[in-house]
């Protein structure tokens, strides 16, 4: 029984959805996540059209991945939602992606401001476009595990990325999900190949645009505990646009 | 009523499917028509692993698309494929895209041939990998229209394209809806942005591997009718991997 501040819809995972490990890939893993909070959304006749309207869009500014395993070709999945707490300035969400047998095998939390149009600064988040989700009004909200920064003699990959023109979706933004594929890619394939992502925090601070050309730096794979550590951030003319941290086994 | 070599599944149009025009992108719609010939594969217990076990697999020719428009972000539409004639060595299958109210926005035809795993090479279509599709056994096969070439001298554009990790898929080969964006993101934006392809026809030659840097060359669009023409074709080291010809209204 899901609570009012829930929303879940079923998916089954298809082959362009996977990567080589014939798993579910990360960056489709954010699509799909993106897509149940857009469901919510229109489900609540809040979706990112009526938020526009009031002169403005939801921003991801963290997120924080816990992964068990992840699903295969063919598997019938549960995708969900939660929007947990907000204040004035953040809305806490979570997600989850369960298998057919109910198991938990992804869990996500994310941090969401709300950026005014005409300022392109973070506001006040509006009421119209929060108290639909039957979300919890708190004081303090709940924290995310945010990365640590990639010292520069600590980087031992760089690899550049043109932003595509279909790297843009239909609210003409990169869409997110392209970081995770710009920060996992400068790894080498075999280390991909061979390792399961367990944890991953990433941190966005400031938007790419069409045409620019990133460069996506990565650390070399360092034990932390019984895992493998690395250090990712995306750099563009100087300036760091995200960074994440992800552990592997 | 579907005739016993058809099938149809329902799909709903999410908003990372879509590109800046706010309609269905076309290496989403390529994956998407591939997901539907993979679950009528699976329905019939022939999929890509049923026959790679035979020792070898599909791969695609040749596609000739015609589009009268393409759905936006939320549209049910349903996709369908029919396993349309096959003689020794090719198989022609047809895809279409409809939307709620049963209109064909986009339909496709695709030549496939079967390639033996051992030698590298095209081979007979094995009986045990057809037979299943109730697909109709013919002398001639019918024809697909085959792109122009691209001289030379009418190349107005070039772009390189790296294969990431990303873009290979479960099968272990770069995913061919990705031929499509290295090739129409070598157009600029803005001719994306106000103009809809309408046919476009696709002929691949060599596969190529993670890590190889293509170049895609596109010429300049010409009037041809009350349509525009562009020319493309994919290169790797002075060869032909793949041409396509598009036009846009």
């Keep these: 029984m899901l609570a009012k501040n829930e929303f879940e819809m079923p998916h089954t995972i298809t082959y362009y959805e996977c990567d080589p490990t014939e798993k579910?890939?990360?960056?489709?893993?954010?699509?799909?996540?993106?897509?149940?909070s857009e469901e919510q959304s229109r489900s609540l006749a809040v979706d990112t059209k009526v938020v526009a309207k009031i002169g403005g869009g939801w921003v991801i500014t963290n997120y924080e991945l816990q992964l068990t395993d992840l699903p295969a070709e063919g598997d019938h999945v549960i995708l969900g939602t939660r929007t947990t707490a907000y204040?004035?300035?953040?809305?806490?969400?979570?997600?989850?992606?369960?298998?057919?047998?109910?198991?938990?095998?992804?869990?996500?939390?994310?941090?969401?401001?709300?950026?005014?149009?005409?300022?392109?600064?973070?506001?006040?988040?509006?009421?119209?476009?929060?108290?639909?989700?039957?979300?919890?009004?708190?004081?303090?909200?709940?924290r995310i595990d945010r990365p640590q920064k990639l010292d520069t003699e600590a980087i031992d990959t760089k690899q550049?990325?043109?932003?595509?023109?279909?790297?843009?979706?239909?609210?003409?933004?990169?869409?997110?999900?392209?970081?995770?594929?710009?920060?996992?890619?400068?790894?080498?394939?075999?280390?991909?190949?061979?390792?399961?992502?367990?944890?991953?925090?990433?941190?966005f601070e400031r938007e790419v645009r069409y045409g620019q050309?990133?460069?996506?730096?990565?650390?070399?794979?360092?034990?932390?505990?019984?895992?493998?550590?690395?250090?990712?951030?995306?750099?563009?003319?100087?300036?760091?646009?995200?960074?994440?941290?992800c552990w592997w086994q």
């Design 24 to 36: 579910l890939s990360i960056d489709m893993l954010i699509n799909l996540i993106m897509s149940v």
């Design 160 to 203: 550049d990325y043109r932003v595509r023109y279909f790297d843009i979706d239909s609210n003409q933004h990169v869409n997110n999900a392209h970081y995770f594929s710009w920060m996992l890619d400068a790894l080498p394939a075999d280390f991909l190949k061979h390792h399961q992502l367990t944890k991953m925090t990433i941190k």
């Design 213 to 245: 050309t990133i460069n996506s730096q990565v650390s070399q794979p360092q034990p932390d505990g019984d895992k493998l550590f690395t250090n990712h951030q995306i750099e563009l003319d100087g300036d760091i646009h995200a960074q994440a941290n």
């Design 87 to 142: 204040n004035k300035y953040f809305a806490f969400r979570e997600f989850w992606l369960k298998n057919e047998t109910g198991d938990e095998l992804v869990h996500i939390n994310g941090m969401f401001v709300f950026m005014d149009f005409a300022t392109r600064k973070m506001a006040a988040i509006p009421n119209a476009i929060i108290e639909p989700f039957s979300s919890k009004q708190v004081k303090k909200i709940p």
